[in-house]
């Protein structure tokens, strides 16, 4: 029997999806990253990001967004210019399946604000939730204190952690954009505001031109980037940030496997240990979402 459009669990799936496909577009990234550096793969996969979300949106537009609107999503831009950064330039440093294990605090963090700018629910079990998370993170990097990576590693999990809280932010903003606007309006501003913020750092910064065997790699990071947005905005447009902030887990299993495929990187019982607690953390935290109005449906 096929899952109501209006149900949560569709959504829930949807969302699985989009996170599934920016589970590959960060496989892609350390690949540029690591060839071009953070900044130069955000900035030019940020031109051809806009170009596809504009090829999408521009020919069927009404109108163009309200001030209020507009604001958001220059709001949510800018966090996610400063949120990718921290996080490409983290996932340069450490294994692609530790790096994603440590973001995975943001749904939690998430949690609380969601209670706060939402005003959802957020169950007492949260503070125990929270430590048990807290403790996976700790796993994870006394796994990468006894591996010896280096300070660099070090670094590059700080990055992630700070990337992770701009990401619980973002998962709040999206909840509240989703609601306001499209998809495709959603994806086309926000590339533009990203690639805008990243061209004005361009005087201060430098870069050069991307050698011609990056280009195609970039254009497939922009297009992975792109639907993921698509599939994330319209999912939560139709269920509680809280809830599919959860989708968020499924991203360790395809990192570990990108990770092994692209990059040889094994898996850490550390890694996997921590990753298992921060998980069982957010999922303790995590409530049964109510049936969303069918009349959200009709009106996004």
């Known amino acids: 029997m096929p899952i ?67 604001q958001l999503h220059i709001m949510r831009g800018l966090l996610s210019t400063v949120m990718g950064l921290l996080f ?32 959802e629910t957020v169950g007492p079990r949260t503070v125990g939730a929270s430590l048990t998370a807290f403790g996976g993170v700790l796993v994870i990097l006394l796994g990468q204190a006894r591996a010896d990576l280096g300070q660099e590693a070090l670094l590059g999990s700080a990055a992630i952690l700070l990337s992770a809280v701009c990401y619980a932010v973002n998962i709040i903003l999206m909840r509240r954009q989703s609601l306001a606007a499209k998809p495709l309006e959603i994806g086309f501003f926000q590339n533009l505001t990203v690639g805008v913020a990243l061209l004005a750092a361009l005087p201060l910064i430098g870069t050069s031109v991307p050698p011609a065997e990056q280009w195609p790699w970039l254009v497939v990071a922009a297009g992975l980037s792109t639907f993921s947005l698509l599939l994330l905005s319209w999912a939560y447009a139709r269920a509680e940030a809280s809830y599919l902030a959860a989708t968020e887990y499924t991203a360790f299993l395809w990192a570990a496997l990108f990770g092994w495929l692209m990059f040889e990187e094994p898996l850490s019982p550390y890694t996997l240990a921590g990753a298992l607690l921060i998980v069982a953390g957010c999922l303790l935290a995590a409530r049964r979402p109510q049936e969303a109005d069918p009349h959200l449906e009709a009106a996004t």
């Open 88 to 119: 490409f330039w983290g996932i340069g440093r450490v294994p692609l399946a530790q790096a994603i294990a440590l973001a995975f605090i943001a749904p939690l963090i998430a949690l609380y604000l969601a209670a706060v700018l939402l005003h």
């Open 4 to 70: 109501p459009r209006h149900s949560p669990a569709y959504a829930f799936l949807v969302g699985t999806v989009g996170i599934a496909l920016f589970s590959a577009m960060d496989a892609v990234m350390k690949g540029l990253v690591l060839a071009i550096g953070a900044y130069a793969t955000m900035l030019w996969r940020s031109f051809a990001s806009v170009g596809l979300s504009g090829l999408m949106y521009l020919p069927g537009r009404t109108a163009w967004p309200s001030r209020p609107v507009l």
